[in-house]
């Protein structure tokens, strides 16, 4: 508990005005479960709604919710949705900065306030008795509202759901609903999550009817014993009612039990029992998951079987609608999480659209629901006046855990409750923690701010790097209390998908998969969240102008801004696929492993391909035994049709997919991948033996017309070239600009002030000797005695050329290289590629798991990863050859070893200069990096840097690359 002074309001709390009192509300009904399906009457009050935006709280007085006042001259604004994006006033983005002063619970008098008027009529068939509620599912920040010029109360919770009670005041015919959302209130200070600040009422306002002798709530409590094969079912309601199950044959009353044989929820086997609850005169649907969550010896378990969590953490976004998400939307999430074998949603930071968990239900996903709850941004005042270390906020915070759990409590997909999100430690969270275990005991609960774990039941960590891991995994963490040692732990938060990244993943996964307690992680975040803006592409923090912000900080999602996979997502995929495939022990065999938590391999089919130089000989099914969870076999592969070609490499592709449709991809979708080699490469043959002539100023070597001063090539076999040079600069990624609150981790910034980004290049001699010319120089920065000497080797036997590049490091370099590699442009004519390596996405040292070996073709628009913010990006990994082609000649580069191959059509300077997407404008180039070596990416815009297997140090390099233009 901070002893530190509160702050003091000026006003004693009763004189301030609602919007700054820290209570939650006033006039509501109590919380209640979400969504019901019912069958009970329904208006949904979606659409347009008169709409005025104001500066400030106070400018107008409220005669505007008397039914009769004239709304003529306001504008329209679509319901659900945020003002800030229809054209009234502008969003803004900080991370942890409150974008006001820190004067808890008061709020700047600029604030935005949206006035929202909704005319409806009652249909003429609305029940007569009963009860009829108002329910609003999401307002930010906080509203006041009026039915038919009755003030009905007035709340504060932004993505929790409140109900008036409204049946006395409905008329027939017509009815006006006032609502006035003001941006800034007392609960803004409990909702600093790392987002958009965008108010509005961004989810569904619906009147719901409610007959007489209805439930108010009801819990659907569905257990399963492991040991017994039984489920239990208990619906508790707050009236007495039935409960039918027809599948299972059951019809009970409300309150007693009824334990038979059924089969158990799990995110693998999602399996639902329709249901309903019969009370007074409604019938509610019910979907019964059967699932038995617990912590036994120190493992999270479900089912009695450990959870490995393969998730990520997800916000609602819309590149266009922000918050305000349609079901489709929901939907497509969801598909493609499932699709990249995504096991699980941390709905960070506040409980999701309820709609969400239905879909996650329905398709099997583990959930983490959290409250919506966060309060970084006290940490910059030494966490001074911190609501959940004062009791004044504590009916709030109480008010926030209640309306989450009972919202979401009948979803057999949520597993775990998380009180919020960095909010430091306090009497507050206590409070909240014994609240939802009291009220709850069947789900553990998360919270992950609080090292001591006091009120947690699993030790929760965000961005530990790999070594902490493994050393939690070993059991030698012993900086916490005692009881912490014996808790599971996850990582709530890892690979910060930040731009290009993250790296390491596959890493993190080794170590899941190696010691139990580590259950798994969510990669930090899903989705980008860039608004669609015609001016930048996607806009980030301070295109709108916000003084304070965060840049583009809100951009570091698996998806991008309009949920186009990113290289990032493919990786994940392949890492946590839940079954791997590998060479096995013996040549020509393939080790299968079922990972799955609970599926055998029964549901999927597996096939081998036999490929030569990326070309496919021969295939066929693999039978595969129906391994059990934990399982693995090596499996005989084919033997090679025919004999493979000398030299050539060739080797089997083996793949798992469903054979049978799920309910989130169709049949033949691809779980899992591996590659086992045959026939390894071998060293293409450099080309020599013809000697260099000289003329006109330039040195002739084969189809090759090199510039006799500075060595680099003029063109080869009648394509115009320009270089190649030795460069090492590639446009920083996210990762390599690191976390501006660790200046330790901040390498982009240490290269450019090295120099990295502007080498110096000399020429010292061109030289034709030994039938070869051969170019020295000298790389190297300003202000520096550093240095990479550089010879390049050029030959020819007369129809290819062949250029072999030696690196000598000169002085005591102590940051790695960007890259190291050749750089050289093309005209921009040639804009095809295709090639023989790691493909179709782009790869880096640590990440690209999703890439595999094969022959694959793209334009070079294609191989661009479209970044929110520009940055190196589309690198092809293990490249054998690449070539482009205008269509009727094509330059084909081998290299030897293998390369890095990346082409664009603006430079890395260019790249590296540009802000927004809208920056990059093609030029008359293509511009090529053939990459002998590539820094790894890692996660350090928050979270690790590179490992270090995968860091680029600087060190002597000789490669080769051999050049050849074939026609036709
Ligand atoms: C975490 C936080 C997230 C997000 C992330 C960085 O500290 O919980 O909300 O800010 O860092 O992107």
């Known amino acids: 508990m901070s002893s530190a002074p509160r702050a003091k309001a000026a006003l004693p709390y009763a004189a301030l005005p609602y919007y700054e009192q820290t209570a939650p509300g006033t006039g509501c009904l109590p919380p209640r479960t979400g969504y019901a399906r019912t069958d009970a009457a329904r208006l949904p009050l979606s659409g347009g709604w008169r709409f005025r935006l104001a500066p400030r709280a106070d400018a107008h007085d409220d005669s505007f919710a008397d039914p009769a006042y004239d709304s003529g001259d306001w504008d329209r604004i679509e319901v659900p949705g945020h003002w800030v994006l229809q054209g009234h006033g502008a969003p803004a983005y900080t991370n942890t900065p409150y974008p006001f002063p820190l004067d808890p619970p008061r709020v700047p008098d600029e604030n935005p306030t949206g006035d929202h008027l909704r005319v409806f009529t009652l249909p003429a068939d609305w029940p007569a008795g009963g009860e009829s509620v108002l329910r609003f599912e999401g307002v930010d920040s906080c509203a006041r509202v009026w039915l038919n010029g009755v003030e009905l109360g007035e709340f504060k919770g932004s993505r929790l759901p409140h109900e008036f009670a409204v049946g006395g005041l409905l008329r027939t015919g017509r009815n006006v609903l006032a609502v006035r959302v003001h941006q800034w209130s007392a609960?803004?200070?409990?909702?600093?999550?790392?987002?958009?600040?965008?108010?509005?009422?961004?989810?569904?306002?619906?009147?719901?009817?409610?007959p007489d002798g209805t439930a108010a709530d009801h819990f659907v409590h569905a257990s399963w014993d492991h040991e017994r094969d039984e489920g239990t079912l208990r619906v508790e309601s707050t009236v007495p009612g039935r409960v039918r199950v027809p599948e299972l044959g059951l019809d009970l009353a409300t309150g007693e039990s009824a334990t038979l044989p059924v089969e158990p929820w799990s995110a693998e086997s999602p399996r639902l029992y329709a249901g309903e609850l019969a009370t007074g005169g409604e019938r509610v649907g019910l979907r019964v998951g059967f699932r038995t969550v617990a912590v036994e010896g120190g493992l999270l378990k479900a089912n009695g079987r450990r959870v490995l969590f393969r998730g990520v953490n997800r916000h609602e976004f819309h590149p266009e609608t922000g918050r305000a998400l349609d079901h489709e939307t929901m939907r497509a999430d969801l598909l493609l999480m499932k699709r990249h074998n995504i096991n699980a949603v941390r709905t960070s930071h506040y409980p999701p659209h309820p709609a969400f968990l239905d879909l996650c239900d329905e398709l099997g996903l583990w959930v983490i629901d959290e409250c919506d709850l966060e309060t970084h941004g006290f940490h910059a005042v030494g966490w001074r006046g911190n609501p959940v270390t004062e009791e004044r906020w504590t009916p709030a915070l109480l008010d926030r855990i209640a309306r989450t759990v009972e919202r979401d409590k009948n979803h057999p997909s949520v597993i775990v409750w998380s009180l919020g999100n960095e909010c430091g430690t306090g009497a507050g969270l206590s409070a909240m923690a014994d609240w939802a275990r009291r009220r709850d005991p069947g789900r553990p609960l998360h919270y992950e701010g609080d090292r001591s774990c006091a009120d947690t039941d699993l030790y929760s960590r965000m961005y530990a790097d790999h070594e902490e891991v493994g050393r939690i995994g070993r059991g030698e963490d012993r900086d916490g209390p005692p009881a912490r040692a014996e808790l599971p732990f996850l990582l709530c938060e890892y690979g910060h998908a930040m731009g290009n990244g993250p790296g390491g993943?596959?890493?993190?996964?080794?170590?899941?998969?190696?010691?139990?307690?580590?259950?798994?992680?969510?990669?930090?975040?899903?989705?980008?969240?860039?608004?669609?803006?015609?001016?930048?592409?996607?806009?980030?923090?301070?295109?709108?102008?916000?003084?304070?912000?965060?840049?583009?900080?809100?951009?570091?999602?698996?998806?991008?801004?309009?949920?186009?996979?990113?290289?990032?997502?493919?990786?994940?995929?392949?890492?946590?696929?839940?079954?791997?495939?590998?060479?096995?022990?013996?040549?020509?065999?393939?080790?299968i492993r079922n990972l799955h938590d609970v599926l055998d391999l029964g549901h999927l089919t597996f096939s081998w391909a036999y490929e030569a130089e990326g070309e496919e000989l021969s295939g066929g099914r693999l039978e595969v035994p129906p391994l059990e969870p934990g399982e693995q076999a090596e499996v005989k592969l084919p033997p090679a049709p025919g004999t493979p070609r000398p030299g050539g490499e060739s080797y089997w592709t083996v793949r798992a997919v469903l054979s049978e449709p799920a309910d989130w991809a169709p049949r033949g979708h691809e779980i899992a991948w591996g590659q086992v080699q045959d026939t390894a490469r071998r060293s293409p043959a450099p080309a020599t033996g013809t000697a260099p002539r000289s003329a006109d100023g330039g040195l002739l070597l084969g189809p090759g017309v090199l510039d006799a001063r500075t060595g680099e090539l003029v063109s080869v076999g009648g394509v115009p070239v320009r270089g190649p040079r030795v460069e090492v600069w590639r446009a920083p990624t996210d990762n390599d600009n690191g976390a501006p609150w660790l200046p330790e981790t901040e390498l982009a910034r240490r290269w450019r002030a090295l120099g990295l980004d502007r080498m110096r290049h000399r020429v010292d001699a061109v030289e034709s000797a030994d039938g070869a010319v051969v170019v020295r120089g000298r790389l190297a920065p300003d202000a520096s005695d550093l240095a990479l000497a550089t010879e390049l080797r050029w030959t020819s036997d007369g129809e290819r050329l062949t250029v072999a590049v030696r690196v000598t490091p000169e002085g005591e370099w102590r940051l790695p290289l960007p890259r190291l590699g050749l750089g050289l442009a093309l005209p921009r004519t040639m804009g095809g590629v295709r090639w023989f390596g790691a493909g179709p996405g782009e790869s880096y040292p640590d990440t690209g798991g999703g890439a595999r070996l094969g022959r694959w073709q793209r334009?070079?628009?294609?191989?661009?990863?479209?970044?929110?913010?520009?940055?190196?990006?589309?690198?092809?990994?293990?490249?054998?050859?690449?070539?482009?082609?205008?269509?009727?000649?094509?330059?084909?580069?081998?290299?030897?070893?293998?390369?890095?191959?990346t082409a664009r059509r603006w430079s890395t300077a260019e790249l590296d200069a540009a802000r927004h997407l809208t920056d990059l404008v093609p030029g008359d180039s293509v511009w090529v990096n053939l990459d002998h070596g590539q820094h790894g990416i890692g996660s350090a815009s928050c979270g690790p840097g590179v490992l270090p297997a995968h860091r680029l140090r600087v060190a002597r390099a000789r490669f080769a690359f051999t050049f050849e233009v074939l026609r036709g």
Not at 187 to 196: I, V
């Open 859 to 901: 334009e070079v628009d294609a191989l661009q990863t479209r970044y929110v913010r520009p940055q190196e990006n589309g690198a092809r990994a293990g490249v054998r050859w690449a070539e482009l082609t205008d269509g009727d000649r094509a330059l084909r580069i081998t290299g030897d070893p293998e390369f890095w191959f």
């Open 187 to 210: 609960g803004s200070y409990l909702e600093d999550q790392d987002q958009w600040w965008l108010p509005g009422i961004f989810r569904e306002v619906n009147l719901w009817h409610r």
């Open 505 to 591: 993943l596959a890493e993190y996964q080794r170590l899941f998969e190696t010691y139990p307690r580590c259950q798994g992680g969510f990669v930090w975040e899903w989705i980008d969240h860039g608004l669609a803006d015609p001016r930048f592409g996607f806009a980030y923090g301070g295109d709108f102008g916000e003084v304070l912000h965060d840049g583009n900080f809100v951009c570091d999602g698996l998806v991008l801004p309009d949920r186009t996979p990113s290289p990032g997502l493919d990786d994940y995929k392949r890492v946590i696929a839940p079954v791997r495939i590998e060479a096995g022990e013996s040549t020509g065999t393939v080790r």
